[in-house]
C-alpha cells in the first residue's frame, strides 16, 4: 500500500489516478465495515451500503473541504447511507406486518430464546434499539469516537448525543437482562 497523507492521495485522484482513491478505500474500509455491519445486522446490507457509500464519496471527492479529514468526511456518508438503509428497510419490514400484536409476539418469541452466546444477544438488543439510538451508542461505545467527534459526522448536539447514548444503554440493560435475569 502506498503511504501519503489523505490530501496527497485526494490530490492524486482529482488529477486523474483513480488507484489513489483504491488506497483511500483500503485505509478505512475496515473501519467504515465495522459500524455499517453492527448498524444494520447484515454483512450483505452492509455491502450494498459501503458500495453506495464509496461511490458516493469518490464523486463527491472535490467537495471534501479539509482533505486531511478525509476519514470524518467517509463517515458522514456511510452514517447517512446506513441511516437512509435502516429508514428504507423499516418502511418495508412494516409493509408487510402492519400488525403490532403480531410483531410484539414476535420479538417476544425471539427474546424467549436463551440458547445463544451473549454477542449472539447482544447483536439482537442492538437491532432492537432504534437507529439513532443505535448510531450513537456505536459511534461511542464501539468506534470510540468521542462525543464531539460524532457531534461532526451526525450533526446532532452533544446534549443530544449524549441522551442517545443513556438511552441505547437502558435500552439495552433492559433487553439483555431479560435473558440474563428471566
Known sequence: MRDGSDAQLIAEVLGGDVESFGVLSQRYRDTCTRFAVRMLGSRADADDVLQSAFMRAYRGLKN???????GGWLYQIVVNECRTFAARQRRRDLRFVADPEIIDRAVAEAGEDSSGTMSEHVEYAL???????????LLKYVEEKSYEEISEITGIGVSA??????????GLRD???GVYHG
Open 64 to 70: 471534501c473541504r479539509d482533505r486531511d479529514r478525509f
Open 175 to 177: 433487553l439483555l437482562e
Open 161 to 170: 448525543l449524549k441522551m442517545r447514548v443513556k438511552r441505547a444503554c437502558d
Open 127 to 137: 437491532s432492537r434499539l432504534p437507529v439513532e439510538q443505535r448510531e450513537a451508542f
